[in-house]
């Protein structure tokens, strides 16, 4: 039987100790229903220890570069075996396009699988598969979806795709380019081919904080947005924390993630929800076979 179904999820579990403690915080309220952790960043560890022992299933976020260069991340995988991803000084690329110039698609491969690795070998239960910053989608030039789909495939794991064009509308304010629509229908048919499930819709709010101005308007366009969810499987992804004063020294943009937490907290969500008739899933527990 169709219906709303929803997933709320939080990227970036292992950022830093501040993300850790937010997303932790959220999953044992209810008010997230699924997260995504980074294996090569600081807290991995911890976040790994804290997903097996509270029994989170959580999603591998797929990184490939480094967000901020004065606290650059580096391979899971053995320096020696990924050299084509790292920099002068060891560590991922900041900027994308250096990943595109420069990776080895098998190189990629290996630091994928690396990541996975690194969460499996801690007891950690992964759901689904999703890419960091979307470097893996070919947008920017070089797609890595084929090394995603064959792991995914063998594990049984759906990806962060959408079938709709909406996210890409949303990210293109309008009409999509048609050589990137040429893309993503190619991208949906060769997951349906191997089997990988994918998603219906998602949505993510695309505005800088600086343009929000503050909360109200990132909280209204949450909830505009949840209004407004067709059937099928949506997520919904955010990436809220606590205050690292560190890293806003260097993004301000980190204001935005207090927002969302802010907002995954709101009782006007759960209300939304409830008015709204859409119910809560997380990537293990929707109805794939469905759509």
């Known amino acids: 039987m169709a219906g709303r179904y929803l997933i709320i999820n939080a990227d970036d579990f292992g950022m830093c100790r501040e993300t850790n403690a937010a997303i932790v915080k959220l999953l044992r309220e209810g008010r997230l229903t699924s997260t995504t952790l980074m294996a090569p960043c600081p807290e991995a ?24 260069p004065t606290m650059p991340w580096s391979s899971t995988a053995p320096a020696d075996q990924v050299r084509s991803l790292l920099d002068s000084e060891g560590h991922f690329y900041h900027a994308p396009q250096d990943l595109y110039q420069h990776a080895d ?61 909406n996210y890409l509308k949303a990210v293109f304010q309008g009409a999509v380019p048609e050589s990137i629509a040429k893309l993503h229908r190619q991208a949906v048919a060769a997951a349906e081919v191997i089997g990988v499930p ?13 343009e929000l101005g503050g909360y109200e308007p990132l909280k209204e366009f949450y909830l505009r947005n949840i209004r407004e969810i067709g059937e099928g499987i949506t997520e919904i992804l955010l990436h809220p924390s606590y205050q690292n004063e560190a890293i806003a020294a260097v993004f301000p943009e980190w204001q935005k993630r207090i927002w969302e937490f802010e907002f995954l907290l709101d009782d006007d969500l759960p209300k939304v929800l409830e008015e709204e008739g859409i119910e809560l899933v997380s990537w293990s527990s929707a109805p794939w076979d469905q759509f």
Do not use: W
Request: glycine letters at 8%; one cysteine or more; hydrophobic letters at 40%.
């Open 45 to 68: 560890e911890e976040a790994a220890q804290l997903a097996q022992d509270n029994g989170f299933s959580v999603g591998m976020h797929i990184t490939l570069t480094s967000d901020f």
């Open 198 to 210: 994918l998603l219906t819709s998602m949505f993510t709010s695309p505005h800088r904080a600086s």
């Open 105 to 165: 698609d098998g190189e990629v491969e290996v630091e994928i699988r690396a990541q996975f690795a690194f969460l499996t070998q801690r007891g950690v239960t992964v759901d689904h598969v999703d890419s960091h910053v979307g470097t893996v989608y070919g947008l920017g030039g070089r797609s890595f979806l084929p090394q995603v789909f064959r792991l995914c495939a063998e594990h049984r794991l759906p990806f962060r795709l959408p079938k709709s064009e």
